[in-house]
C-alpha cells in the first residue's frame, strides 16, 4: 500500500478516515444541505442529490449565513456530518460549526487537492498533526 503525506493548517483537530466527497462549489449548509439526511438539496450545486454523511467533504470554502455553523452541529447531532472537511481556505462558518461538532478541519494543503484528491479517494485526515494521507492500494 502506498500513501503520500500532504502538510496542511489545522482548523478543527481531530483524525478521521473516510471516502473524499469533492465539488469545485463552495457550500452554504443553511439551505444547501438537509440536516436530518445530509444530503444536498440545492439543485443547482454539483453535488445535489449526495449525501455527505462520513465522507471527507473536499470544497473551496463555505458561503452564506452564519447559521450554517449550527446546521453541521445538527448534522453531526443527527449522526450525518463529514467525517472531516477539506477547504482550500477556511472561513469563520466552516471553522466554527466544525470546532462544535469535532469535524476534522483543514484547509491550505501544500498541494492543490484538486490536482491530487478525487471521488472515491480514501483519506486520513489528521488536524491534530497538520497532514491529510492519501492511501493508494
Do not use: W
Request: aromatic share 6%.
Amino acid at each position: 500500500m502506498l500513501s503520500m503525506k500532504i502538510k496542511c493548517r489545522t482548523i478543527s483537530r481531530g483524525v478521521a478516515e473516510g471516502e473524499v466527497l469533492l465539488t469545485n462549489d463552495a457550500i452554504s449548509f443553511l439551505g444547501n444541505v438537509e440536516p436530518e439526511t445530509g444530503e444536498v438539496v440545492e439543485p443547482q450545486h454539483q453535488l445535489y442529490g449526495q449525501s455527505i454523511a462520513g465522507k471527507v467533504l473536499v470544497f473551496p470554502h463555505g458561503k452564506g449565513s452564519t447559521v450554517g455553523s449550527y446546521v453541521i452541529y445538527q448534522l453531526f447531532k443527527n449522526g450525518v456530518a463529514p467525517a472531516a472537511m477539506i477547504n482550500l481556505e477556511s472561513e469563520p462558518i466552516v471553522a466554527v460549526g466544525a470546532i462544535i461538532s469535532e469535524v476534522p478541519l483543514v484547509d491550505r494543503l501544500e498541494k492543490d487537492p484538486y490536482k491530487i484528491l478525487k471521488n472515491g479517494d480514501m483519506v486520513v485526515v489528521n488536524s491534530t498533526e497538520a497532514f491529510v494521507e492519501l492511501r493508494n492500494e
